[in-house]
């Protein structure tokens, strides 16, 4: 019972966008970490955002723009 309950609230938080952070940070992790210099002998990866400026610059991109039917 105690396993149904946990996957009843990962899915909950999955749809309501609560582990957004976390799911972007296992991204992150896996394609972005690891600093591969660029051509100019430079990182082309960037630090991670904060979990401040994550959820700006989601709520951003979810908000900009006409929303509206007519």
Do not use: V
């Not at 957004?20 to 630090?47: F, K, M, Q, T, V």
């Amino acid at each position: 019972m105690l396993n149904k309950i946990k996957t009843i609230w990962q899915i909950l938080r999955r749809l309501s966008g609560d582990d957004a952070y976390e799911r972007y940070l296992i991204h992150y992790e896996r394609h972005h970490a690891h600093n591969h210099p660029d051509l100019s002998g430079h990182d082309s990866c960037h630090a991670p955002l904060s979990k401040a400026e994550f959820y700006k610059q989601w709520q951003d991109e979810k908000w900009k723009g006409i929303k509206r039917c007519c």
